[in-house]
């Protein structure tokens, strides 16, 4: 079955205390980007991989940082969490970046920090 | 820059009643549109895309939308509504260039009624 994982699924942590959040894809796709939803706000994109060993930031990307060592894997990583950073994050990848070339998402990460 | 605009953050409605979503998007170039549905708990699912042709775009589930570039709108309908389409709603454009970045609007949560 063609998807977008995601792990962990909900995290607590505290202030400061590294996080990694891994998403990986079994659909070779070379896209990959991570979005954090917040109400009102609707999605947006934190960070984008167009293939492997390539990375670029999104609108939102202050604190966090990103990894593309193999095509499935693109995992979040946040060195310093702050409470501002609380929000549910959606890792997707597609097959291409341009073009109508659909989007799939993991089923989401909640992340809550204290 | 582009930005989408849902114009309802909500829509209450009761089963078999018809519903309209409203979205606006802003764009200077060709646009790629696409309705996501997010149901509770889960990430996002493609509800249906424009890319070109036909303006008006249908999805298996009985949910429609109609292109119209005059009005720079993507309205989705649906003529008679489930309990099971009781969801939160995103509109979004993909971003010109190559980022490959998809443009969120703010989401329209529909309840359904019985």
């Known amino acids: 079955e063609a998807q977008v994982t995601q792990n962990p699924r909900y995290l607590i942590t505290v202030t400061g205390k590294k996080l990694t959040v891994t998403c990986s894809q079994n659909?070779?796709?070379?896209?990959m980007s991570w979005y954090r939803q917040d109400p009102g706000l609707g999605l947006r994109q934190i960070y984008y991989s167009m293939n492997v060993e390539v990375t670029d930031k999104g609108d939102v990307p202050e604190g966090y940082k990103v990894s593309r060592k193999e095509k499935r894997n693109f995992p979040l990583i946040l060195e310093s969490p702050s409470p501002n950073q609380t929000s549910l994050y959606f890792c997707?990848?597609?097959?291409?970046?341009?073009?109508?070339?659909?989007?799939?998402f993991g089923q989401g990460t909640r992340l809550t920090v204290v | 820059a582009q930005s989408v605009t849902q114009l309802d953050s909500q829509v209450p409605v009761f089963e078999e009643a018809p519903v309209e979503l409203r979205c606006n998007y802003s764009?200077?170039?060709?646009?790629?549109l696409f309705w996501y549905v997010q149901y509770p708990n889960q990430g996002l699912q493609l509800l249906l895309k424009?890319?070109?042709?036909?303006?008006l775009v249908e999805s298996i589930n009985g949910f429609e939308a109609e292109f119209n570039k005059s009005q720079t709108s993507f309205h989705l309908r649906k003529p008679s509504v489930h309990i099971s389409d009781t969801a939160e709603y995103f509109c979004?454009?993909?971003?010109?260039?190559?980022?490959?970045?998809?443009?969120f609007g703010q989401g329209t949560t529909l309840q359904v009624k019985p």
């Open positions: 764009s200077s170039v060709s646009v790629y």
């Open positions: 979004a454009v993909r971003g010109s260039g190559n980022t490959g970045k998809l443009i």
């Open positions: 424009y890319l070109s042709g036909s303006t």
């Open positions: 997707a990848s597609s097959l291409w970046s341009t073009s109508g070339a659909e989007a799939f």
């Open positions: 659909m070779n796709h070379e896209y």
